[in-house]
């Protein structure tokens, strides 16, 4: 029962048991004016850690720079582990399956499903939605002959977080491209290339199908024939925010337009956040360098995540986990000019937590989720052949991307990983118990697992049911990480 669950996490009358027992304590006004947590409220549970050290363990050493056309989404390279006819017959059968599902009326794939993802992804389709230098259409400090914004990095991260929140994006953290960076996380290629199968044989692909990233001693970079061109003379910061989405759409999952239109919707409003956002770092005097089209930006935007603290890495290395939305988010990452405060990676105990987890790998209808207990800093070959869709470097766990890319593909859409999430929960005080649980209990992890399938989380049997909720506007909490304006706290 519920008093049950409540008496085993040792919620009694007196307070929040094991919970409450690591809350911090603060001696002075000091100690709570220097807490990270000052500028943005988090969950108390929610530890900070040092600069470049998430809890999933990295080796810079081993890393290199990684070409974004190696992206397992990229037909070319998919081939090169499943062979070109079987690739072929696989895009093949998208629409086979597709007008099959609408004939047959299958939940979850109905028209009015697919015409709900169709609306979705509309905007993805429109030339130059997103560009890497922006817009450029606003008047700058120096058009108009007035001095540029001039404040403190800390001054310049509160404006931009409240300035990128309200433009539409649900949290933000920031980092500095120091030279590690520039050697190791920035991408050589931009992934122009993911929709070609001409370079299966003969990787890298010319030029032309995906842009190179380069540094050159200009002021301002700019967009070439063959390159993006970021400025090497000036100390350039990364600024990384999440765009969440429906929760109760992807419990549709899988195959199911619902679950899709969701997915698709990160695209959707990040587009109108770039551009957004691009304009208002012009209007300051600075310069923000975006995601080109077809969708991508100059550096993993899962590592920035982690390394500003916005998420912790889970079992599936193809998303994160924020502690507040959980995996049901979009993360993407901007650079520019304008000096930040960067943020520390974050302890949730959510990477512990799906160490002892298995529950995306058991729902993965293709098992290209590992079920092994400890991470590992190998990449597994797949289908006999090195792995060269990921970079290596991080102690984690390895998703086979290729089958994960074309199951999802083939079937209109999957998703199950992200819905089954144990941290998929809904916003209430008593989840906020068993995210504190999680994080500083491991003990009562098997038993929040089976709490999660018993208040009913997980895929929903019933898809069709999504359209007769009532539910936030774009479907998810928006208030979740508010404390001003009276509504969350």
């Known amino acids: 029962s519920r008093r049950d669950f409540m008496k085993r996490l040792g919620v009694a009358g007196a307070g929040l048991g094991t919970a409450a027992a690591t809350a911090p304590v603060f001696q002075d006004l000091d100690d709570v004016i220097s807490s990270p947590n000052a500028e943005w409220k988090r969950p108390w ?14 080796d810079w050493s081993l890393m290199n720079r990684w070409d974004a056309r190696q992206t397992a989404q990229a037909p070319g390279i998919s081939a090169k582990y499943l062979g070109v006819d079987e690739v072929n017959k696989r895009y093949a059968n998208v629409l086979t399956n597709k007008v099959n599902a609408i004939t047959n009326n299958t939940p979850g794939q109905t028209l009015k499903d697919y015409a709900l993802s169709s609306g979705s992804g509309y905007f993805m389709n429109l030339p130059y939605m997103t560009t890497f230098m922006g817009p450029q259409k606003v008047a700058t400090p120096q058009s108009i002959n007035v001095p540029v914004w001039q404040g403190t990095p800390e001054e310049n991260s509160r404006m931009l977080r409240s300035a990128v929140i309200f433009y539409g994006g649900g949290q933000v953290g920031f980092g500095v491209i120091d030279q590690k960076i520039k050697d190791k996380l920035v991408f050589t290629n931009h992934k122009g290339a993911a929709n070609s199968i001409g370079f299966i044989e003969n990787f890298p692909p010319p030029p032309a199908l995906g842009k190179s990233y380069v540094f050159e001693d200009v002021d301002v970079g700019y967009e070439g024939d063959t390159k993006f061109v970021l400025p090497s003379n000036k100390q350039l910061y990364e600024f990384c925010f999440t765009v969440p989405m429906s929760k109760d759409m992807f419990r549709t999952a899988n195959e199911s337009q619902i679950m899709y239109s969701a997915n698709l919707s990160r695209y959707r409003l990040f587009g109108n956040i770039q551009n957004c956002i691009q304009e208002f770092i012009r209007s300051l005097g600075y310069t923000c360098y975006g995601y080109a089209s077809p969708f991508s930006g100059m ?3 899962i590592a920035s995540a982690q390394l500003t603290g916005i998420t912790e890495g889970n079992r599936n290395n193809g998303f994160c986990t924020s502690p507040e939305y959980g995996p049901i988010i ?25 160490q002892t987890c298995t529950k995306c790998a058991d729902a993965c209808p293709v098992n290209a989720i590992p079920k092994d207990h400890e991470p590992t800093w190998d990449l597994p070959n797949i289908y006999g052949k090195a792995d060269i869709v990921h970079s290596p470097g991080r102690k984690q766990y390895w998703t086979n991307a290729v089958d994960c890319w074309m199951f999802l593909t083939e079937y209109n859409g999957c998703g199950a990983c992200m819905a089954t999430c144990t941290f998929n929960t809904n916003n209430a005080p008593i ?3 068993v995210g504190a649980t999680l994080s500083t209990t491991p003990a009562l992890n098997s038993f929040l697992w089976q709490a999660d399938k018993f208040f009913g989380y997980g895929l929903h049997e019933d898809k069709e049911a999504w359209w007769d909720l009532s539910l936030p506007v774009y479907g998810f909490d928006s208030a979740a990480t508010s404390s001003h304006g009276g509504y969350n706290k």
Request: hydrophobic residues 40%; negative net charge.
């Open 330 to 354: 979009g993360v993407f990452s901007l650079v520019t000019d304008m000096p930040l405060e960067p943020t520390n990676p974050i302890d949730a105990g959510i990477w512990r937590f799906c």
């Open 299 to 301: 550096m993993p935007a």
């Open 431 to 433: 989840h906020e118990i």
């Open 45 to 58: 549970w929610v530890k900070y850690r040092e600069l470049d050290d998430p809890t999933t363990e990295i």
